[in-house]
């Protein structure tokens, strides 16, 4: 079996010692979780460790003790998520090992982990404990067993639920009329994965029975113990997902199912793995196993190669270190704010908009996150760094300037603050500095929270000089103990570094640092991401003077400015509509794609939503007043927080927020889903780069970002240095109306004159809209917005009967879920259809004679007036058809809901809603 079975490496003792008081203090919560992470650590003699008692059983003990500990609580996310913990203070921190407490030499980050344990652990404990079963607390121990074995049996009916789920999600993708071409061309590939997959899975405990019969003598037969925290989600969702939703957007993206495959391999749980080490960035186990998928036509010369997918076998062998380098970089970023199944899906998606992205919306937001994040990851990690170091150092703690007649010059502070010119540790220059001024950066730094000067500053070695005649007196030792008895702890160097600075000298470097870290972005925006999206997205199109005539192309007065000014190839203006003569006068300048005129009643053929759209406001004015309405709301909802600030829990003032996104884009998606997808993807990259400004304590920004985002965290935000609520919230409510996107072909957001297709491909606006719309672009809304703030609510006030499984999750709430989440799809499937628009899923219906008559009442609708659409919501065939399947889509995403715990439920129930309303066809 491989080392990695064997639990003797990770061993940690909690057991009483003699310093009891250090053990108490090791649990404290640190203020700045984000400050100490394991690169402060020097080495492993820093950290604090306890010494277990002999005898007791091996805390820690089983195959990947450090993946089968949970950094927090399962599902920390939702309504159990939601604690006032600003009203009510924070709770007293739990006896569990994660990042933020102290000691105890764990690793800072756990894991949720799909693993069992072996049985002879617990044999272990038990005869180890078998001299107290006589004690007067052995009903207590048998009271204690016995409660964990209805926990366990609890927690395997909540996974065992959780996988009949997503196996009810994968069958009605397969049940997609769309969807089956492609699996009869994937078959052997998915059949190879899922088979794959499924024997690594069982052949894991039996791994487990071999280990656990070579080092003991089990009294049971099948020595296996589940874990009450047994937690799947790893093993599940990081395979499964981006197969189902490559999938239903292959329709439109050809290539997309292989890539899936390869990194739903690369993303199991390397213990499953045979041969892969837990402690090896990349295994070569795993890397030949993820190469599977696109290796079977070497195999089989009559399947398919690979290479026609559009991507070659290189590209694909290369999918593995890929997606673990980016699995590393993400964790040490985010380190204990993301679970290991949402670094895991992280990663995958990343990659895949890395290799997928065609559509200028998916180029501007890979420019975004791929462009963006890798420059500043770049030019400024060591920067952020070194801010971070330097908010740890107290003002009390910095060096104290010596009097002098003479101010220093502006060149001295600068060579002063150069790391090359500070004096060397030890040196006659530096040690006179520190006699100087009571300075000594070799204290423990429990000495610098007890105060300055408790310690006199030793005197630097002396070489080459003769022994003094007597020797001087010695001095008085230093206590390496606080008064509890806790040891102290050394000074990191990342911190000490900065203990010869002034606080004049401190604070200039933080605006340095800030003014680098701005610098650094501002080049990025300007040069990196702004050609790239140039290139890539808008067919060489200057990006600021598309988006001006994007915004602003149909207001006459900026046309005319334009024009005159002569900046048509600067600023791209789309072709007027309505009369020959503004068409012909103003339809070719500036690549605008549209040429000569043609009239608004040929041009505008769908909804009358649509025709009011184009022909009466125009499509770049349209977009102004979506705007203008989404900063109204914004306001509103704003103004609605405050207001109740001083009235109404943290809860409710938070569920505003959600009520906010649903009054945005509920209305709004259908009129413009590109701009829509747009602006998500420009608010997102805004609320990332805010919060690593805040997290990296740079003025003068930091400050007032944390002082805002304070009032409405919650316990998922305290795990970790990122703030993950708002930015959840957001990707929720933004991934299915991506995905919609991307299974969608594009078009002109106005019609052409011309009926050339190569004439239309080459307008600077081509991509950035949909012919069809479809009920899947709202899933995230809906979910988010209503489901999750209706659950919220109601399961807090009103919630008596919990699920059987225990936890936070009332019966009630699951129902309110649901309630609200049929309510919004049938609300906005509503609203797709009286608006006119063409239904996108008409395709999906399952007969022929019910894909006739949808198609029939949609014409009717958008062909007809205002009316005509309204009164297509009173067919009665429509209803019977809709109403099942948002009901049956409602109960599936608030099942999912209750019984998700390894990964956070603002992303993975809104991805889980979007699979099912795309492949119902709601």
Request: proline content about 8%.
């Amino acid at each position: 079996m491989p080392e990695t079975l064997d639990p003797t490496q990770d061993t940690i003792g909690l057991g009483r010692s003699e310093d009891g008081h250090g053990s108490l203090r090791s649990l404290a919560r640190s203020p700045h979780p984000y400050h100490r992470i394991s690169s402060e650590l020097r080495d492993a003699a820093d950290r604090i460790g306890f010494r277990p008692r002999p005898g007791s059983p091996r805390g820690g003990d089983g195959p990947l003790s450090s993946l089968a500990r949970d950094s927090s609580h399962p599902s920390e996310s939702g309504t159990e998520a939601d604690d006032e913990h600003f009203l009510k203070g924070l709770p007293a921190p739990k006896p569990r090992l994660h990042k933020g407490l102290r000691g105890a030499n764990e690793q800072l980050s756990g894991a949720s982990t799909p693993l069992l344990s072996p049985a002879v652990l617990e044999e272990e404990g038990r005869k180890a404990g078998s001299g107290l079963r006589a004690g007067p607390g052995a009903p207590e121990c048998d009271k204690r067993r016995a409660a964990d074995r209805v926990r366990r049996r609890k927690e395997l009916v909540r996974r065992a639920a959780e996988v009949v789920l997503l196996a009810c999600q994968a069958g009605t993708v397969a049940l997609n009329a769309e969807v089956q071409p492609f699996l009869l061309q994937y078959h052997k590939e998915l059949l190879a994965v899922a088979g794959v997959s499924c024997l690594l899975a069982a052949a894991y405990p039996l791994r487990l029975v071999v280990w656990a019969y070579r080092h003991g003598n089990p009294s049971t037969t099948v020595p296996l113990r589940i874990p009450a925290s047994f937690d799947p989600a790893p093993l599940l969702y990081p395979p499964l997902v981006p197969a189902l939703v490559s999938l239903l957007v292959a329709p439109n993206v050809k290539h997309a199912v292989l890539p899936s495959l390869v990194l739903g391999l690369c993303a199991l749980p390397k213990p499953l793995v045979p041969g892969a080490r837990c402690w090896e960035p990349i295994s070569s186990a795993h890397w030949v196993l993820s190469c599977l998928p696109f290796s079977l036509p070497l195999f089989a010369p009559a399947a398919q190669p690979a290479g026609q997918d559009g991507l070659s076998r290189e590209v694909l062998a290369l999918l593995y270190p890929l997606h673990q380098t980016l699995c590393l970089i993400l964790h040490h970023l985010a380190a204990t704010s993301l679970l290991v199944s949402e670094v895991q899906l992280l990663s995958a998606a990343l990659i895949s908009l890395l290799l997928l992205a065609t559509s200028p919306q998916a180029v501007i937001l890979k420019a975004l996150l791929w462009g963006g994040g890798i420059g500043l990851l770049a030019f400024c990690s060591h920067v952020i760094q070194w801010s971070i170091s330097l908010s740890r150092v107290p003002k009390w703690r910095l060096r104290r300037t010596a009097p002098s007649a003479r101010p220093e010059s502006a060149c001295q502070l600068l060579r002063q603050l150069l790391p090359g010119s500070r004096p060397r540790s030890w040196s006659r220059a530096s040690h006179a500095t520190a006699t100087a001024t009571g300075s000594d950066t070799d204290r423990p730094v429990d000495d610098d929270l007890d105060g300055p000067g408790e310690h006199a500053s030793r005197s630097p070695p002396r070489r080459h000089v003769l022994p003094a005649a007597s020797k001087p007196a010695a001095a008085p030792p230093v206590e390496r103990t606080t008064p509890s008895g806790r040891r102290k702890r050394a000074v990191s160097t990342s911190v000490r570094a900065f203990f010869s600075l002034t606080e004049a000298q401190a604070a200039l470097r933080r605006w340095l640092y800030a003014a680098w870290v701005y610098l650094c972005i501002l080049l990025v925006i300007l040069v990196g991401i702004r050609l790239y999206v140039q290139d890539r997205a808008l067919g060489g199109n200057e990006p600021i003077g598309w988006a001006l005539g994007y915004l602003f192309g149909d207001l006459t007065a900026f046309r005319f400015h334009v024009v005159r000014a002569s900046l048509e190839r600067w600023v791209c203006l789309p072709p007027l509509l309505g009369s020959s003569a503004a068409a012909s006068d103003d339809g070719g300048g500036g690549g605008g794609g549209g040429g000569g005129g043609v009239p608004c009643r040929e041009r505008c053929a769908a909804g009358w939503v649509e025709r009011l759209r184009v022909a009466a406001w125009g499509a770049s004015n349209s977009r102004l007043l979506v705007s203008l309405y989404w900063l109204l709301v914004l306001v509103t909802g704003l103004a609605v927080v405050f207001r109740l600030s001083r009235t109404c829990e943290v809860d409710t003032r938070r569920k505003v927020f959600h009520f906010t996104m649903v009054a945005m884009f509920l209305p709004a998606t259908y009129v413009d889903p590109c701009y829509a997808a747009l602006a998500l993807a420009l608010v997102l990259a805004v609320f990332l780069l805010l919060d690593m400004l805040r997290a990296s304590q740079l003025p003068p920004l930091s400050r007032p970002i944390a002082r805002f985002l304070a009032p409405y965290v919650d316990g998922r935000d305290l795990r970790g240095p990122v703030v993950v609520s708002h930015i959840f919230l957001l990707i929720g409510c933004a991934i299915p109306l991506w995905l919609s996107l991307a299974s969608l072909p594009r078009s002109l957001p106005f019609p052409s004159s011309s009926s050339s297709s190569s004439s239309s491909s080459s307008s600077p606006f081509f991509g950035w809209d949909t012919p069809g719309r479809e009920v899947a672009m709202l899933a995230g809304v809906v979910c988010v917005g209503l489901g999750d703030a209706a659950a919220s609510l109601v399961g807090r006030r009103m919630g008596r009967r919990k699920w059987l499984w225990g936890g936070g999750k009332s019966l009630e709430g699951s129902a309110a879920f649901a309630g609200a989440v049929f309510f919004g799809l049938m609300l906005a499937a509503a609203w797709l259809r009286a608006g006119g628009w063409e239904a996108a899923a008409a395709a999906t219906t399952t007969t022929a004679a019910a894909a006739a008559a949808a198609a029939e009442t949609a014409a009717d609708a958008r062909t007809g007036s205002g009316m005509d659409a309204l009164r297509s919501l009173l067919d009665a065939g429509w209803w019977s058809r809709e109403v099942p399947r948002a009901a049956g889509c409602a109960t599936l995403a608030s099942m999912t809901e209750a019984v998700l715990t390894g990964g956070n439920d603002n992303v993975i129930v809104p991805v889980a809603l979007w699979v099912c309303v795309k492949s119902l066809g709601v």
